[in-house]
């Protein structure tokens, strides 16, 4: 199947060439038909997989069918989901696709002055992607209402979840109209996700379930060091010195206070670094980003949390420098190397603490 057998207006089309898209991923082709046609969806996908254009173009082509105008402090389409690295890239997926239109989108995420945010939300927007917290306290100043949306995309649920938002998803949902489009996306759907699920979707939504898009683990090399964690850092610094071919090096650690230790003991070897966390402001985070993109720093040090949905090609080495808990974190981690066809490396330092059998 290719695009422009997709029943989507010239401006959709016209953008999607732009972007370079000409195929469907399995998720666009088997989401996009149905919810044209107006139905719940329940996506079971996770970055990687296109599911971004598989449920912002829809969403465009029925916002642009539709005939409704957007109302002065209102939404017409939500998008809720767990951070602003996120909420910032969804937005931007969105301006692309909608870029030979007239919607208009706005993005909300806490860590950062509201005032902004605020003005962009006066006239109304079409599109608004947001993290919950931020969202609620908007909704609070009465900055921006939720009722007349027609839209509601709830992304990385499962991720939500285990950032503690269900009582801020629930808060929200409360407050959206009975009559709307819903859709729900999550990576694994463990019984509370299930159940919040059927709480948010009309019955008899349509399942869609992907694997991630064959992040080739077959061509990550992956090594592994035994090591005792006080000399992790030496380690770290000692292959980098002596390895320039580690070019675009992504280190991952457990804790802010873990990464900003991290980049201290880089930066006084001489090695061009900077962190990303949650302590971090967006500034920062989207400096240091840029920065990693550029190749203006070698080596980006990340919390999981911070590095979610970060998507930067031509990694050459992901470091686990300390092991995650969960073996999905893992394949997430050593996923980002080896993107687009190339090899990567993924190397973990493992202390005899993280040992399990
Ligand atoms: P996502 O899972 O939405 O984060 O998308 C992952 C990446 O795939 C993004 O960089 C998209 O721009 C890209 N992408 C999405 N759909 C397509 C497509 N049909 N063809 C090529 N690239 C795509």
Request: proline share 5%; aromatic share 6%.
């Amino acid at each position: 199947m290719l695009f422009s057998e997709l029943p989507l207006a010239n401006p959709l089309q016209r953008a999607v060439r732009a972007v370079g898209y000409e195929t469907p991923t399995p998720i666009q082709e088997r989401s996009i038909p149905s919810l044209l046609e107006g139905r719940d969806l329940l996506g079971i996908a996770q970055t990687g997989t296109g599911k971004t254009a598989a449920f912002a173009l829809p969403i465009l082509q029925r916002l642009l069918d539709s005939g409704k105008f957007r109302a002065p402090k209102t939404c017409r389409a939500l998008i809720l989901l767990p951070t602003r690295e996120l909420a910032i890239q969804v937005e931007e997926c969105f301006k692309q696709y909608a870029q030979f239109t007239a919607i208009s989108t706005a993005c909300i995420f806490g860590g950062v002055n509201d005032a902004s945010q605020k003005r962009n939300l006066v006239r109304g927007v079409d599109v608004l992607v947001a993290t919950p917290g931020r969202l609620l306290d908007l909704i609070g100043q009465k900055a921006v209402s939720l009722k007349a949306l027609e839209f509601f995309v709830l992304d990385e649920a499962d991720r939500m979840l285990d950032m503690g938002f269900i009582h801020d998803i629930r808060k929200v949902v409360a407050l959206l109209p009975q009559v709307r489009q819903n859709l729900f996306f999550s990576a694994t759907m463990p019984d509370d996700i299930t159940k919040l699920a059927a709480t948010i979707l009309r019955p008899d939504p349509v399942r869609v379930e992907v694997a991630p898009q064959s992040t080739p683990i077959e061509r990550i090399r992956q090594e592994l060091y035994r090591i005792d964690k006080r000399r992790k850092g030496a380690l770290l610094k000692e292959l980098l010195l002596a390895h320039p071919e580690m070019k675009k090096v992504l280190v991952f650690s457990r804790t802010k206070h873990g990464a900003d230790k991290i980049t201290r003991v880089l930066e006084k070897a001489g090695v061009k670094c900077a962190a990303i966390h949650g302590n971090k402001s967006q500034n920062r985070r989207q400096e240091a980003l840029g920065n990693f993109k550029s190749e203006k720093i070698r080596v980006l040090v990340a919390t999981d949390i911070a590095a979610r949905g970060i998507d930067v090609d031509d990694v050459s080495h992901v470091f686990n420098y300390d092991l995650p808990d969960v073996p999905e974190t893992f394949v997430h981690r050593i996923g980002r190397t080896a993107r687009a066809g190339k090899d990567g490396i993924a190397i973990s330092f493992c202390s005899p603490d993280e040992e399990q059998d």
